[in-house]
Each structure stands twice: as C-alpha cells, then as structure tokens.
C-alpha cells in the first residue's frame, strides 16, 4: 500500500517472463549446500498474461521446464503439442515437412505451448519455492542507496528493497537503459496472429517458410495442442524489409501468400488482430552493474539468425542465478564479480550470435542456400532436418554446420543450386517460382501440400 516501508529482500527480480522467473526459481530454492535467498519477483501485468511472440519452446528450455516440475504438469494437462511434423519451405519453394512418423530426439525436440499459459506456470513455480510474486507491479523508478541497498519504487506505491536487483523486463529495458548498462532500443519485430481451431488447413505441427519478401527473416505456422494455429513473422534489420514495415508487409504480402493461403484455406477465422513485439538481438556488449544483472530480452540474449529467445534466456537465467548465489557467499556483489555471469552466457550461446548475424547476411544475398539445404533434406529425410533445424535455432552449436556430415551435402547442393539459378537462370528464387512451387502437384509425401495441409 502507498506509504508503506519498502519490503526488504535479498534480490529484487523486474520482470516475470522466463528468465526472470527462472532466476527468482534458481534464487529462492537454493539447494546443493547452497542457502535459498528472499527474493522478490516483480510483473506489471497481473496474470495471465500475454507476449506477442513465437510459442515455440525448444528443447534446452523444455528440459528446464522439467526440472522445475512445470513440463510435466502441463503435459498431464494436455497443453503443449510435441512438433513432431515439420520442416521448412525454401525462397524458390521447395518444401521438405517430416510425417512425424518418428519421435525426434531429444535434442530436437520442440513444444507448442502458449506463452499466456506457460509464462504464469514459471512464475507460479518460483512463487511456490519460495520467491514472492507481485503482480500490478509496474516500475516506476529504481535507485542504488550508499549503503549498497537498491529500492524499486512502483507507481501504486508500493516500494521494495534489495541488496541486488535484476532487470529482466523486456526488449525495451526501461531499467537497463536508464541504467546505461543496455544502449539503444529493440533491433528487430515479431508478431502474432492466433486462428481458430477447425476453421483452417494446416495439419502440420510446425513449418518455417522463407519467401524472399521476408528473408533472412521468415513466417512460420504453428498449432497449438487445441488445434489453434500460430502465424507469424519475424523481421531483422537490414533484410528485404524493416522491421517497422511488418503490419504492412502482413497486409500485402504474407496475408496472400500462397503457402499461407494452402494451409489457412478458404474458411480461417482469426482470433485475434495482429499483435506485433519488439525484439532485442545478438546480446548486449555489458549485462552487469554495480550489483545488477540483466537477463534475457533485456540483454539481448535473443539469436540473430531465427528470433529464437527462449531457451536461450533461460540457460542465462540459470548461469545469473549461479553467479548471484556465488556473489552472495563471497559477500562482493560488485560488478567485477558480477562479470562472471556475462562471461558464461556469453561463452555459452553468445558467440554463436556473430555467427548467426553474418549467416542471416548471406541468407538475404544468396537465398539459394535454403533452396539447397531443402534439397538435402528432400534427400536425407528427418535426421537430417532435425540436426538442421537444431543448428539454425542454436539448440546445437553453429559448428554443426562446418562437421562433414552437415557440410558436405551442404555444399554440394549449393553448388548445384548455384550452377542452375546463377549460371543457367533455372529455378531462380523469387515470387513466380515460390507461388508455381506451391500450385505445383509433387508426389512426395514430405512436400507442403502433402504433410502440411488438409485435403
């Protein structure tokens, strides 16, 4: 209530997204000889409550979820739908979607699960180890007393205090950017659009389409365990349209695409209008302060190559919460020994994003090279697809794709596709092969038509 004295803790968390709520979870539940810590896990929504992203949970997160007791709640409950078929359809229209006859391993595994339903689940979880959950709390001011104290002020009034605080609030980071530990805002859109159950085609669990429009961003489809189907998009700087054109773009070009247009059919109706976030890329040169940390959107921690974002977020929440815990025995919580957290996430997944940022560079100038990893996958079928797809979310590293068994294949189609789209002017991507590739009646049975949509 207005005028009460802040409430005290150990760590005040802004922001109960994944990672906030993963390290407020880390935090208060200690163990291994490792004391639980006070800590307050602060939202300024009051949940449910939503994030106009992707819904896909690859599987570093989902093995986190299970360890937390949350995936396996939600699976009991019949909420998450396992991507089992799936795949992607190239700039000139080549299309591989697995039957999802075979389980995928482990590694590979990719869950449907609402963001609106599994983010509350995260910080329901927190809340139940031990952490406190404060919803409405929206941040009006933070400041970091002499004495080492930090005080989060909320505009309701309400105040708390910690001895570190954790910004975790999103790809605008009003905290971090305040701040001056983040600079400049959100580099990248993403945006959603839910349609009903039984009112389209699309039969598939998962499929990625890259026509040039959009590239090196892509429009991906998505259903949901209740047959609710997921579009959308993903725009980055620097490709075939800014990310400030996107509910353009939606409206004259991915509305009538005619993938989009197979799998949505001629009945779709749509849930919602189209909801469009701001995304934050590649992770920020500085993720630490004077006893502050920042984790997930807020630092960046978002791959480059794919808007992928939530797993990546929370294995950073977990190397926060290592290094709090850390900080805390040795009793220095100053920003040189908070810079151990920027070095683990950084060597963990970070490197990987210069990688991903100069692949989505040559994506946008050579969109042959989906064309040609399409083909491989044509040919080698759904190992193949899932160590692809594995490498291009960063579930796996990028040097999956220089390993022979990957890079070989690779090549050669490449070089196939360069022969006939450069040399020979055949199959040269772009809208007229994309949309005859779609009308195109293939008899295989991992074409878009066949395993993607209702007949």
């Not at 890329?281 to 960046?300: F, I, M, N, Q, T």
């Not at 809208?431 to 993607?452: E, K, L, M």
Request: contains cysteine; charged residues 20%.
């Amino acid at each position: 209530m207005p005028g009460q004295s802040p409430a005290a803790y150990d760590v005040v968390v802004v922001g109960a997204g994944p990672a906030g709520a993963t390290v407020a979870y880390d935090l208060a539940r200690g163990g291994d000889g490792v004391p639980p810590r006070r800590v307050a896990l602060l939202d300024k929504a009051t949940f449910p409550r939503d994030k106009f992203c992707g819904d896909a949970w690859c599987a570093p997160a989902l093995e986190i979820l299970e360890e937390m007791g949350v995936l396996p709640a939600l699976e009991a409950e019949g909420l998450v739908r396992p991507t089992r078929s799936g795949g992607f359809v190239s700039p000139n229209g080549e299309s591989f979607v697995s039957t999802g006859e075979a389980p995928p391993a482990r590694e590979s595994r990719v869950y449907s699960i609402r963001r609106s339903i599994c983010d509350e689940r995260i910080a329901r979880r927190a809340a139940e180890v031990g952490a406190a959950l404060h919803e409405g709390a929206s941040v009006a001011a933070t400041e970091l007393a002499g004495d080492g104290t930090w005080t989060v002020h909320c505009h309701d009034g309400r105040a708390f205090r910690g001895a570190l605080l954790v910004a975790a609030d999103g790809a605008t980071s009003r905290i971090a950017r305040k701040l001056g530990v983040v600079a400049g805002g959100p580099e990248a859109t993403a945006s959603r659009r839910y349609v009903a159950a039984g009112t389209h085609a699309f039969r598939a669990d998962g499929v990625l389409l890259y026509p040039t429009y959009v590239l090196p961003g892509y429009v991906a489809l998505f259903r949901h365990h209740d047959d609710v189907v997921d579009l959308g998009s993903y725009l980055i700087p620097g490709g075939a349209a800014a990310p400030g054109e996107l509910r353009r773009l939606y409206a004259e070009r991915i509305e009538s695409d005619p993938f989009v247009r197979a799998a949505l059919g001629p009945r779709a109706e749509f849930l919602e209008p189209l909801r469009i976030g701001p995304l934050r890329l590649g992770g920020v040169p500085r993720s630490v302060g004077e006893r502050l940390v920042v984790v997930g959107d807020a630092a960046g921690q978002t791959d480059p190559l794919t808007g992928e974002g939530i797993h990546t977020a929370m294995i950073a929440a977990r190397l926060a919460a290592r290094t709090i815990h850390e900080a805390f025995a040795r009793g220095d919580l100053s920003e040189r020994a908070l810079g151990a957290y920027h070095t683990a996430w950084t060597k963990a997944f970070g490197r990987d994003f210069a990688v991903s940022a100069a692949a989505g560079r040559l994506i946008h100038r050579m969109p042959l090279l989906l064309d040609a990893a399409n083909r491989v996958a044509q040919r080698k079928g759904d190992a193949f697809m899932a160590r692809f797809g594995a490498a291009m979310t960063g579930v796996v590293s990028k040097a999956e794709f220089v390993r022979p068994a990957m890079a070989a294949p690779l090549a050669a189609a490449s070089l196939g596709e360069l022969v006939r789209q450069r040399l020979l002017r055949h199959e040269v991507a772009g809208p007229a092969s994309y949309a005859a590739a779609a009308a195109a009646h293939d008899p295989r049975a991992t074409t878009f038509r066949n395993a993607g949509v209702r007949t």
